[in-house]
């Protein structure tokens, strides 16, 4: 066991790398179990606040409460900030107030926000009343911005300096105050007016002579970030010009607060997996979610599967006598629905990325779907002489088999098209393409795949 935090599971092979481990696991809730106080910190001391917050999601309601009574108050405000948003409230609801309240007080302001905007009224005033009066009022402030805007997303505690300051002057401001923040990258440089003017990194403030000129020494990428400005473009911001920190200015450009890179990871992070979720047509959700809960949120979308499956079906009624006199068909059908199926998934998965990181825009949007349509032709044209061959083989029909590798051409060339097409289209009618793009691509490559086999079978088989 190392010294300071650890993660659970690091002693472990690279595949179980920072996994809970079973056996500390059975050994805090025998802890638990026993009531044995002293033995649950002893275990927990040496562990992250974001190991402590999986082992309370993974563990059951029962179970849980029990931990969180026990473990009382050694609890830290950091496990807060990192538990799932689905169990969060429950275990707020457990926490004793006192030590609710010195948890959040140990908070930056950034998580205190986190915190707050996804409870219910009651609870977000209980956490206020524990914070200090000016904390309190920095915290509404950031309230007041609107939902995943930078305003909520940026921390009230920064570090600032008059842009005339030395090192020296700067130096000496941060050894004298005692309010400086836990963690942070840059000293923001302002005007009189308050108004951001650049960032100087620690380092450079650290490794520069006393009577250097903070201007001296500041960075040549600098971005300012509007308060109301929407977290993703934040987040796109960060990566795309390799930001630490960036400072965020009211709607007179006044410096309000200070937004760092592990925020705007972790919004990204975020996106990535609510574009994964909602490809799947499961929504936002998480492994602590109820059963009705769940149900809800997948529902709706099995029922537009529903639907167009049942649209797929009467292009298939539309040549029951075909299929009746080659029963082969039949058997073929589900080949050519799959390929295309598949096909149209992958170029909407390039195509809903590509949106998602700016990558595909106005500007290259028609090469984008050149290629896609021409890697599908291409596809089509490899698996139609593959899918010819089988016809021929299997059935001894070589017109069978040319129908099904014509169809198969046409529907991977169209796969490819509207994989590409359809979420474009979306995005410029202000419809998230992650989370209705599915059912499209899936209702076309269906249609034209039956549609293409079925009547192509009818013209050269009857």
Same mark, same amino acid.
């Given at each position: 066991?190392?010294?300071?935090?650890?993660?659970?599971?690091?002693?472990?092979?690279?595949?179980?790398?920072?996994?809970?481990?079973?056996?500390?696991?059975?050994?805090?809730?025998?802890?638990?179990?026993?009531?044995?106080?002293?033995?649950?910190?002893?275990?927990?001391?040496?562990?992250?606040?974001?190991?402590?917050?999986?082992?309370?999601?993974?563990?059951?309601?029962?179970?849980?409460?029990?931990?969180?009574?026990?473990?009382?108050?050694?609890?830290?405000?950091?496990?807060?900030?990192?538990?799932?948003?689905?169990?969060?409230?429950?275990?707020?609801?457990?926490?004793?107030?006192?030590?609710?309240?010195?948890?959040?007080?140990?908070?930056?302001?950034?998580?205190?926000?986190?915190?707050?905007?996804?409870?219910?009224?009651?609870?977000?005033?209980?956490?206020?009343?524990?914070?200090?009066?000016?904390?309190?009022?920095?915290?509404?402030?950031?309230?007041?911005?609107?939902?995943?805007?930078?305003?909520?997303?940026?921390?009230?505690?920064?570090?600032?300096?008059?842009?005339?300051?030395?090192?020296?002057?700067?130096?000496?401001?941060?050894?004298?105050?005692?309010?400086?923040?836990?963690?942070?990258?840059?000293?923001?440089?302002?005007?009189?007016?308050?108004?951001?003017?650049?960032?100087?990194?620690?380092?450079?403030?650290?490794?520069?002579?006393?009577?250097?000129?903070?201007?001296?020494?500041?960075?040549?990428?600098?971005?300012?970030?509007?308060?109301?400005?929407?977290?993703?473009?934040?987040?796109?911001?960060?990566?795309?010009?390799?930001?630490?920190?960036?400072?965020?200015?009211?709607?007179?450009?006044?410096?309000?607060?200070?937004?760092?890179?592990?925020?705007?990871?972790?919004?990204?992070?975020?996106?990535?997996?609510?574009?994964?979720?909602?490809?799947?047509?499961?929504?936002?959700?998480?492994?602590?979610?109820?059963?009705?809960?769940?149900?809800?949120?997948?529902?709706?979308?099995?029922?537009? #599967? %529903? !639907?167009? +499956?049942? &649209? *797929?079906?009467? =292009?298939?009624?539309?040549?029951?006598?075909?299929?009746?006199?080659?029963? /082969?068909?039949?058997?073929?059908?589900?080949?050519?629905?799959?390929?295309?199926?598949?096909?149209?998934?992958?170029?909407?998965?390039?195509?809903?990325?590509?949106?998602?990181?700016?990558?595909?825009?106005?500007?290259?949007?028609?090469?984008?779907?050149?290629?896609?349509?021409?890697?599908?032709?291409?596809?089509?044209?490899?698996?139609?002489?593959?899918?010819?061959?089988?016809?021929?083989?299997?059935?001894?029909?070589?017109?069978?088999?040319?129908?099904?590798?014509?169809?198969?051409?046409? #529907? %991977? !060339?169209? +796969?490819? &098209? *509207?994989?590409? =097409?359809?979420?474009?289209?979306?995005?410029?009618?202000?419809?998230?393409? /992650?989370?209705?793009?599915?059912?499209?691509?899936?209702?076309?490559?269906?249609?034209?795949?039956?549609?293409?086999?079925?009547?192509?079978?009818?013209?050269?088989?009857?």
């Amino acid at each position: 066991m190392s010294t300071g935090d650890e993660t659970i599971g690091t002693d472990k092979g690279q595949d179980d790398a920072y996994m809970l481990d079973r056996r500390r696991v059975a050994q805090i809730l025998y802890a638990v179990d026993t009531n044995d106080k002293a033995e649950l910190a002893n275990l927990m001391e040496p562990l992250h606040a974001a190991d402590i917050a999986d082992l309370l999601e993974q563990v059951n309601a029962y179970d849980r409460a029990r931990l969180i009574r026990l473990y009382d108050r050694e609890f830290d405000g950091e496990i807060l900030s990192e538990l799932d948003e689905a169990i969060r409230e429950e275990v707020i609801a457990i926490l004793n107030p006192q030590v609710l309240a010195e948890a959040v007080r140990d908070l930056d302001s950034d998580d205190v926000v986190d915190l707050l905007e996804d409870l219910e009224e009651p609870q977000q005033e209980a956490i206020l009343d524990a914070l200090e009066d000016s904390d309190r009022v920095a915290i509404e402030q950031s309230l007041s911005y609107p939902e995943n805007s930078a305003g909520r997303l940026m921390q009230r505690e920064v570090v600032m300096a008059p842009e005339h300051w030395t090192v020296g002057q700067a130096i000496d401001f941060m050894r004298e105050r005692s309010d400086l923040p836990a963690q942070f990258y840059h000293v923001v440089m302002v005007s009189p007016r308050l108004h951001p003017v650049g960032n100087v990194t620690l380092g450079r403030i650290m490794s520069a002579r006393r009577e250097v000129p903070l201007t001296d020494l500041r960075e040549e990428t600098f971005q300012v970030i509007p308060a109301d400005q929407d977290e993703e473009d934040v987040a796109y911001a960060f990566n795309q010009y390799h930001l630490i920190s960036a400072p965020v200015v009211d709607d007179e450009g006044r410096l309000v607060g200070v937004i760092t890179i592990d925020d705007a990871m972790a919004v990204l992070d975020e996106e990535h997996e609510e574009d994964i979720l909602r490809l799947a047509g499961v929504g936002e959700g998480s492994l602590s979610d109820r059963v009705i809960d769940t149900t809800k949120r997948r529902f709706p979308w099995l029922a537009v #599967n %529903l !639907v167009t +499956a049942v &649209l *797929a079906s009467m =292009v298939i009624s539309m040549f029951e006598d075909t299929i009746a006199r080659f029963v /082969a068909l039949a058997v073929l059908m589900p080949i050519v629905a799959s390929m295309g199926g598949n096909a149209g998934t992958q170029s909407l998965t390039v195509a809903v990325r590509a949106l998602a990181t700016r990558d595909l825009t106005g500007s290259n949007v028609w090469r984008v779907i050149r290629r896609e349509v021409l890697v599908g032709l291409v596809n089509g044209l490899i698996f139609a002489v593959v899918m010819g061959c089988v016809g021929l083989l299997w059935f001894g029909s070589p017109q069978l088999g040319a129908v099904i590798g014509v169809a198969m051409v046409i #529907n %991977l !060339v169209v +796969a490819g &098209l *509207a994989g590409t =097409v359809v979420p474009v289209m979306l995005e410029k009618m202000n419809v998230d393409p /992650a989370l209705a793009s599915g059912a499209f691509v899936t209702t076309v490559t269906d249609i034209v795949g039956f549609f293409a086999f079925l009547g192509l079978a009818g013209l050269v088989l009857l």
